[in-house]
T-cell receptor
Framework: GQNIDQPTEMTATEGAIVQINCTYQ??????LFWYQQHAGEAPTFLSY????GLEEKGRFSSFLSRSKGYSYLLLKELQMKDSASYLC???????????FGTGTRLLVSP | DVKVTQSSRYLVKRTGEKVFLECVQD?????MFWYRQDPGLGLRLIYF???????EKGDIPEGYSVSREKKERFSLILESASTNQTSMYLC?????????????FGSGTQLSVL
């Protein structure tokens, strides 16, 4: 099985940088995803890491270290619209299914 | 853009009723999934399908069944709804063999069982 841990809630200020961590215990996985979910809406894809290292996409970056069982999502130049839940998920090695963590609720204040 | 459509945004049913949740995707995706999302528990996989007429149990299949008669449609069935099945249900699809296998989600169905 897979065990994925994320902080439940984080707060940050507009314009700041925030790092959302995701730690996991698994026997194997194909890749790690980050999704964003605004309240009452469906999750939307943010990033995907297969290999160790940093993937940058505009204001958002995601990092993966397989040896440490660790990933993080870095959000720069925070905006109010970044207030949302951020979901970490592992792509299973078997049937291409995603296993999600419980998500981190980020609140951005002025 | 990929579109995953769930038939109802809100649904209220009574205990014991048979409930059908429908999901249709328009991008010819092979894989389709049903998740439920509950506060503090995140998204949990109920069932998934990687081809027509194929189905696989997810992590919490008890009390649910599914049907995939056509590639674009994946239905979730609650044979006899119970109050503990009150939840947000999310359908998703993905393409087999895609470079990153990312999921595209529908808008969700908030089901209340009274």
């Amino acid at each position: 099985g897979q065990n994925i841990d994320q902080p439940t809630e984080m707060t940050a200020t507009e314009g700041a940088i925030v790092q959302i961590n995701c730690t996991y215990q698994t026997s194997g996985f194909n890749g790690l995803f980050w999704y964003q979910q605004h309240a009452g809406e469906a999750p939307t894809f943010l990033s995907y890491n297969v290999l160790d290292g940093l993937e940058e996409k505009g204001r958002f970056s995601s990092f993966l270290s397989r040896s440490k069982g660790y990933s993080y999502l870095l959000l720069k130049e925070l905006q109010m619209k970044d207030s949302a839940s951020y979901l970490c998920a592992l792509l299973d090695t078997g049937f291409q299914k995603l296993v999600f963590g419980t998500g981190t609720r980020l609140l951005v204040s002025p | 853009d990929v579109k995953v459509t769930q038939s109802s945004r809100y649904l209220v049913k009574r205990t014991g009723e048979k409930v059908f949740l429908e999901c249709v995707q328009d991008m010819d995706h092979e894989n389709m999934f049903w998740y439920r999302q509950d506060p503090g528990l995140g998204l949990r996989l109920i069932y998934f399908s990687y081809d027509v007429k194929m189905k696989e149990k997810g992590d919490i299949p008890e009390g649910y069944s599914v049907s995939r008669e056509k590639k674009e449609r994946f239905s979730l069935i609650l044979e006899s709804a119970s109050t503990n099945q009150t939840s947000m249900y999310l359908c998703a699809s993905s393409s087999h063999g895609a470079t990153n296998e990312k999921l595209f989600f529908g808008s969700g169905t908030q089901l209340s069982v009274l």
